[in-house]
C-alpha cells in the first residue's frame, strides 16, 4: 500500500467511539472529537478494501474551505483546539496530520438534510413513476438531469452501515425532531445550498444535489458538522460537458461504480479489489474538485 494512502487510522492513544464508511471517530475529551477521513470508499454499500490515493486528504482540504467560506451562514463544528494539544502520540498524530479534524463534540441530528437542484437519480426516478419528488409534486414535462425551477428540500433518515437512507417528507421530519427545528434545518439547508451553488457554477462546476448533517450544541445551536459540499456528499458536473437528456459524469466514485458492474461480483461483501489505474483516475476527478474550487 502506498505512503499516500490510509485504509484505518488505526490510533490507540484515544479511544475509538465510531468507524464509518469513510470516517474514523475518536474521543478526545467530554467536548472534542478526533475526526480522521480515511481513504476507504464504499460503492453499492460495501466498503472497498482497496483505498483512493489521498482521497481523505482532498475531501478535508474541500469541506474545511467550504466551512469557511460558509461560515456566515451558520456555526460549524470546527474547534480552536489544536491538533497537537488533542493528540498526544507524535507517530499518531504525523501520520494522520493532513486528514485530522479536531470538531466540537454536538448531539447529530437523526436526519440528513437533501438538497436537489436538478433532476437525477433516484428523485428523477421518484418524477417518472409519481411527477414529484420526495411527496413535491414537479412541473410536467421535465426531462433527465434538469434543473429544477427551484432547489428542494427532500430529507432522509440516517442509516447505519450497509443499510440504506429512506427519503422522507417534511412532515415526518417534523415528527421525528420538532416542527422548528425541522424548518430552521430546511430553511439553512437551502440557503448554503444556493449559495454554494451559485459559487461553484462560477468555477465551472455544476452542485446538482449535496447532503448536509447537522448536530445540536449544549445550547441547542444548530451547527453543521461531517463533511460539507465534497466529491461524496454531492454530485458534481462539469459545466462545459453538461446536457440535459443523459446523466452527466460525476466529480466522484462514478468511475468506480462502472468498473465494478462489469465485475462477476454479486455487490456484496467482500468487494473485489480495484485495479490501481480505476483508483488513480477517481483520485484525480477528486482532486480536480478541490483544485476547481478553491484556485
Not at 496530520?97 to 426516478?125: D, F, M, N, T
Request: hydrophobic share 40%; with cysteine.
Amino acid at each position: 500500500m502506498s505512503i499516500n494512502t490510509l485504509l484505518h487510522a488505526n490510533i490507540t492513544s484515544l479511544p475509538l467511539l465510531h468507524s464509518g464508511k469513510v470516517r474514523d471517530m475518536y474521543e478526545i475529551d467530554d467536548k472534542h472529537l478526533l475526526i480522521v477521513t480515511t481513504d476507504r470508499l464504499s460503492a453499492f454499500d460495501v466498503i472497498l478494501p482497496t483505498p483512493v490515493p489521498q482521497k481523505g486528504e482532498i475531501l478535508n482540504q474541500v469541506s474545511d474551505f467550504w466551512f469557511h467560506k460558509l461560515g456566515h451562514i451558520i456555526p460549524n463544528q470546527m474547534s480552536d483546539l489544536s491538533l497537537d494539544n488533542a493528540m498526544s502520540n507524535a507517530e499518531e498524530r504525523e501520520r494522520v496530520r493532513s486528514r485530522a479534524l479536531v470538531v466540537k463534540r454536538l448531539k447529530p441530528l437523526p436526519i440528513e438534510a437533501i438538497v436537489r437542484g436538478y433532476l437525477i437519480g433516484s428523485g428523477w426516478k421518484d418524477y417518472q413513476k409519481s411527477g414529484a419528488v420526495c411527496s413535491i409534486p414537479l412541473p410536467d414535462g421535465l426531462g433527465l438531469a434538469d434543473q429544477l425551477p427551484e432547489p428542494i428540500f427532500t430529507p432522509s433518515t440516517k442509516a447505519a452501515v450497509g443499510e440504506h437512507d429512506e427519503n422522507i417528507n417534511f412532515e415526518r421530519m417534523c415528527d421525528t425532531i420538532g416542527t422548528d427545528l425541522a424548518t430552521q434545518v430546511r430553511d439553512v439547508s437551502l440557503q448554503l445550498y444556493k449559495e454554494a451553488a451559485a459559487y461553484a457554477l462560477r468555477k465551472g462546476i455544476i452542485i446538482a444535489d449535496t447532503k448536509f448533517e447537522f448536530g445540536l450544541d449544549d445550547n441547542g445551536t444548530l451547527t453543521l458538522i461531517d463533511e460539507v459540499l465534497t466529491p461524496d456528499s454531492s454530485r458534481f458536473w462539469d459545466v462545459s460537458t453538461y446536457q440535459p437528456g443523459i446523466s452527466p459524469p460525476s466529480f466522484d466514485k462514478q468511475i468506480i461504480r462502472d468498473w465494478l458492474e462489469t465485475q462477476d461480483w454479486n455487490k456484496q461483501e467482500p468487494a473485489p479489489e480495484v485495479d490501481a489505474d480505476i483508483m488513480q483516475k477517481t483520485a484525480d476527478k477528486y482532486r480536480e474538485a478541490l483544485i476547481r474550487l478553491t484556485q
